[in-house]
């Protein structure tokens, strides 16, 4: 449930130190869909924004479709005064995938949006019992590895598939405290530390130019 205070909606909190916003929270069902017209999607946007009793917050991340829709724009330009700290661009190997992805690259590069660096998701299968890794979707044109280097933007990792993922978001929770040995959990704290890096590098740089 959303509460609603003189501050504004409160976030609904998974952990102590994560809160969500998201407009399924406001469904009477969750198996409604969202039938909008843009400006309607265009003023909740916005409303998640400005309207949410976020407090003290360390990240704001906003998590988008696929694609380069009018969702996407009008992230851009609310956000435009804060200066993003950029953008983290998610594929999985295959070049379906990949050509989406150029495609979100190259926005991001009209619109003036830093990009952090690309995710490569579902990147292997290693098998639990005879330790064999797997391509279940084979990077048949070289995978998100090879569309950095020629479109020269940052690797920052690949997480391997792992059935655990899965099941821990279904329950809601953390896939990182329920298998902190996974080589998934290894992946996904090396690609958090290369974005904390990279945004304290950006704000120090910030900071002398000042």
Not at 192 to 197: H, K, S, T, V
Request: charged share 20%; with cysteine.
């Amino acid at each position: 449930q959303v509460h609603q205070s003189g501050s504004g909606w409160s976030p609904v909190y998974v952990e102590e130190n994560l809160g969500v916003m998201s407009v399924g929270f406001l469904l009477s069902s969750p198996d409604d869909a969202v039938i909008w017209r843009g400006p309607k999607k265009n003023g909740l946007i916005k409303q998640f924004l400005r309207d949410v009793d976020w407090g003290e917050i360390d990240y704001l991340i906003v998590d988008t479709p696929p694609g380069t829709s009018d969702e996407h724009l009008s992230i851009v330009q609310y956000l435009s005064a804060t200066h993003i700290d950029g953008a983290v661009i998610v594929t999985t190997p295959q070049e379906i995938s990949l050509q989406d992805v150029r495609k979100e690259i190259n926005f991001c590069h009209k619109v003036k949006l830093p990009i952090i660096g690309v995710v490569e998701n579902m990147s292997g299968f290693v098998c639990p019992k005879c330790k064999k890794e797997s391509q279940i979707f084979p990077p048949t044109t070289g995978g998100a590895e090879k569309m950095c280097q020629n479109l020269n933007v940052s690797l920052l990792g690949k997480v391997p598939l792992d059935p655990q993922i899965g099941k821990s978001c279904d329950r809601g929770q953390s896939f990182l405290s329920e298998a902190p040995e996974s080589p998934a959990t290894l992946s996904y704290r090396n690609i958090i530390q290369r974005i904390q890096e990279y945004c304290e590098q950006r704000h120090s740089r910030e900071e002398k130019s000042i």
